[in-house]
T-cell receptor, first 111, second 111 residues
Framework: DADVTQTPRNRITKTGKRIMLECSQT?????MYWYRQDPGLGLRLIYY???????NKGEISDGYSVSRQAQAKFSLSLESAIPNQTALYFC??????????FGPGTRLTVL | TQLLEQSPQFLSIQEGENLTVYCNSS?????LQWYRQEPGEGPVLLVT?????EVKKLKRLTFQFGDARKDSSLHITAAQPGDTGLYLC???????????FGGGTRLMVKP
């Protein structure tokens, strides 16, 4: 079984809809991250959490919110999706500031 | 402007050729990581370099961290089709705790 799982894997939605992306991990790591990936831009950090109830903004947090309900779960919400939020979204975990372990990604399309 | 610039962005070569991918910055990093990402999957860590001038080898892959810890290179000898993928460098700034990713180099090795 995968250590970091993301649901859904693919989602198509319309402008203005609320979307939630879920991430779960079985690695027991304290730190969790949400990134978005766009062609040629690598991975950009949206939000990160070092522990339950700890939430920190990343490079591109506008238009997004997160919730760290438990050590193993970190969800990303788009309150009112817009087309330029069409991207590949990755969740990752780490033990301290070391190697990050990524989920398989969620491909989100906003029409 | 990205903190980490990767070049080239795209590279298409024949099996058996050698290649070098570069990751450059004007900033100093306390450590630098290289990840490889295959289609439909999240990035997977290949190596972490922490000391200026450090060279690490992973089979046919050679990673080097610049003396000033501002740049890095990845050299692949006798590339194989299985080396195809997106190569991402990620640095941890000297005064920070988060990884910053480069834009990636998309490599295709043709049989």
């Amino acid at each position: 079984d995968a250590d970091v799982t993301q649901t859904p894997r693919n989602r198509i939605t319309k402008t203005g809809k609320r979307i939630m992306l879920e991430c779960s991990q079985t690695k027991g790591h304290d730190r969790m991250y949400w990134y978005r990936q766009d062609p040629g831009l690598g991975l950009r950090l949206i939000y990160y959490s070092f522990d339950v109830k700890d939430i920190n903004k990343g490079e591109i947090s506008d238009g997004y919110s997160v919730s760290r309900q438990a050590q193993a779960k970190f969800s990303l919400s788009l309150e009112s999706a817009i087309p330029n939020q069409t991207a590949l979204y990755f969740c990752a975990t780490s033990e301290g500031g070391n190697e990050q372990f990524f989920g398989p990604g969620t491909r989100l399309t906003v029409l | 402007t990205q903190l980490l610039e990767q070049s080239p962005q795209f590279l298409s070569i024949q099996e058996g050729e050698n290649l070098t991918v570069y990751c450059n910055s004007s900033s100093v990093f306390s450590s630098l990581q290289w990840y490889r990402q295959e289609p439909g999957e999240g990035p997977v860590l290949l190596v972490t370099v922490v000391t200026g001038g450090e060279v690490k080898k992973l089979k046919r892959l050679t990673f080097q961290f610049g003396d000033a810890r501002k740049d890095s290179s990845l050299h692949i000898t006798a590339a194989q089709p299985g080396d195809t993928g997106l190569y991402l460098c990620a640095g941890k700034p000297g005064d920070g705790n988060m990884l910053t990713f480069g834009g990636g180099t998309r490599l295709m090795v043709k049989p």
